[in-house]
Nanobody, 115 residues
Framework: QVQLVESGGGLVQAGGSLRLSCAAS????????MGWYRQAPGKQRELVAS???????NYVDSVKGRFTISRDNAKNTAYLQMNSLKPEDTAVYYC?????????WGQGTQVTVSS
């Protein structure tokens, strides 16, 4: 079955960096776009970044120039490098893949940025 397992979250001071990882299994990873979403308390889940099967990337405006999404098809893993973190980046970050008619999500990893 499809599994997405996030790791790499934690507590960091403003201006710091974190790298999130999403280990995927149960599907042909190299053929599908991957996305990173986040959800802050009291807010809707939002798409932060996505990467296509060919490597095309997209970012929400608030993270452009600070976050970088990437993928390693040999390791079936997607990454989100987060630099210059701000307190407003605090959220639970989720990995996502859309297969056929279904959305699949990881369990999420907490990112907390202190001011």
């Amino acid at each position: 079955q499809v599994q997405l397992v996030e790791s790499g979250g934690g507590l960091v001071q403003a201006g710091g960096s974190l790298r999130l990882s999403c280990a995927a299994s149960g599907f042909a990873f190299r053929l599908y776009a991957m996305g990173w979403y986040r959800q802050a308390p009291g807010k809707q889940r939002e798409l932060v970044a996505s990467i296509g099967d060919g490597g095309t990337t997209n970012y929400v405006d608030s993270v452009k120039g600070r976050f970088t999404i990437s993928r390693d098809n040999a390791k079936n893993t997607a990454y989100l490098q987060m630099n210059s973190l701000k307190p407003e980046d605090t959220a639970v970050y989720y990995c996502n893949v859309y297969l056929g008619r279904n959305d699949y999500w990881g369990q999420g990893t907490q990112v907390t940025v202190s001011s």
